[in-house]
């Protein structure tokens, strides 16, 4: 027991205990991803992120109080089970690029709203437009980063990436979710990957003259009811 003891107080058994316990961790949460330890992994990361990147957010929200008199905007995003959920985004006057402009999500991360990775992100009027025959991705939450993003090289169809959408529920993990964020990190730092068009699905479905301009509002208004029933149910519960 003596000479145990003595190993673990050595250089080499301190490496071998903390190799040991990070593999204990990691077999834990790996096992335990699908039940809580991902949304204890976004609430963790998400607030580190937040913490780290807290300088960033003080020089952007100062910039857009400046050049557009307010700080933010808010989207509403289509979320688990079609929740409603309203998130922060620095405000479009300020003259943020996209990618910097989002960075309040990492709010919507910590408080539960949304997840790193997950169904790409839907505003809630988007989540209308979407077929029937895709709705098993709003089975999770949708995520900062875009599950399907390992699966195309280059910019995919709608329809496609919804497909994929559809299968993160069922096969995620933790060791897909790592994958996904490295291959993603990868391909920004090379320069490659592939980004959604601007306007979103809406745009998307009005070039292709499959939404007009009519059915645009139908959908609009259909959103603002299914947000306002839902939170009348919220206040019925609460």
Known sequence: MKAFLDFLASPAGIAVYCIVAVAIVV??????????????????????LAAVTLPVLGVCAAVCRYRAG??????????????????????????????ISRLPLLLSVVT???SFIGPALLTYTESVLVPEEY???FDVRPGLLAAASESFDSQPEYPELFAADCRYPER???????????????RALRGEGWRLEP???????????????EELVEAEQLSREEQ??????KMRVG
Not at 172 to 186: A, E, G, H, I, N
């Open 70 to 99: 307010r700080v933010f905007d808010y989207i509403v995003i289509a979320g688990r089970d079609g929740e409603p959920v309203k998130a922060r985004v620095f405000c479009a006057g300020g003259g943020l690029g996209k990618r």
């Open 228 to 233: 306002l029933e839902y939170r009348r149910r």
């Open 199 to 213: 306007g979103g699905y809406i745009a998307s479905l009005q070039t292709s003259g499959k939404l007009n301009e």
């Open 27 to 48: 077999f834990f949460f790996s096992v335990n991803y699908r039940f809580f330890a991902k949304r204890a992994l976004d609430v963790i990361f998400g607030a580190l």
């Open 112 to 114: 539960g709203g949304l």
């Open 172 to 186: 995620y993990s933790l060791w897909r979710d790592v994958r996904t964020l490295f291959l993603r990190l990868f």
């Open 135 to 137: 709705s098993a991705r």
